[in-house]
């Protein structure tokens, strides 16, 4: 079975300063992550995915995250949070159905991101 | 310009009452998915559905059932609907061709009061 652990509820830094979003997942596939973002009163928008290949994503609005397979970790970072940033995120996970087809996305419980003058 | 489109943003019905809610997606995928999501537990799913006619049960299918009679249609079924299920429900889908998970595209969710 496939799980998304999202360390941090909620998360609160200084515009200007660095964004680390915490993320481990487990899966006994190789699965596809992916990062999304909901803004207040919006819908879910991707802002990254790693589908095996460079384990480094860049994704939309200066956001990153590492997947590390021996940490079975991947983090969300920014190195400068702007305001517009303030957003519920979350982590999920992908990997092939278990019995016979399509693929079962698991989602985290989110993180809240907070962003102060 | 894709879409996934859900017939209600908000619904208000009476406990017992059966309740339809409607999801279409124009982007020819294979899969489609409901979730519900309430503050703190993220998003969960209740059944998805990877061809036609075919689903399955997701994390909390108790109390749902569902039904996907064409591709681009899925619809959520609360057979005797109770306050526990006021909820903000979101339809989603992707495609996996090549056993490659691709993104998944939300539509706006309804917000669903059992009074």
């Known amino acids: 079975a496939q799980s998304v652990t999202q360390l941090d509820s909620h998360v609160s830094v200084s515009e200007g300063t660095p964004v680390l979003l915490r993320c481990n997942y487990s899966s006994s596939y190789s699965p596809s992550l992916f990062w999304y973002v909901q803004h207040p009163n919006k819908g879910l928008q991707l802002l990254l995915k790693?589908?095996?290949?460079?384990?480094l994503v860049k994704g939309i609005n200066g956001f990153e995250a590492e997947f590390k397979k021996s940490e079975t970790s991947f983090h969300l970072t920014k190195p400068s949070a702007h305001m517009s940033d303030a957003a519920e995120y979350f982590c999920v996970v992908s990997d092939h159905g278990l019995t016979g087809g399509g693929n079962k996305l698991t989602f985290g419980t989110g993180t809240q991101l907070k962003v102060e003058l | 310009d894709v879409k996934v489109t859900q017939s209600s943003r908000y619904l208000v019905k009476r406990t017992g009452e059966k309740v339809f809610l409607e999801c279409v997606q124009d982007?020819?995928?294979?899969?489609m998915f409901w979730y519900r999501q309430d503050p703190g537990l993220g998003l969960r799913l209740i059944y998805f559905?990877?061809?036609?006619?075919?689903?399955e049960k997701g994390d909390i299918p108790e109390g749902y059932s569902v039904s996907r009679e064409k591709k681009e249609r899925f619809s959520l079924i609360l057979e005797s609907a109770s306050t526990n299920q006021t909820s903000m429900y979101l339809c989603?889908?992707?495609?996996?061709?090549?056993?490659?998970?691709?993104?998944?595209?939300f539509g706006q969710g309804t917000r669903l009061t059992v009074v």
């Open positions: 790693y589908t095996s290949a460079a384990t």
């Open positions: 989603a889908s992707n495609s996996d061709r090549a056993w490659v998970n691709t993104e998944a595209f």
């Open positions: 559905s990877y061809d036609v006619k075919m689903k």
């Open positions: 982007m020819d995928h294979e899969n």
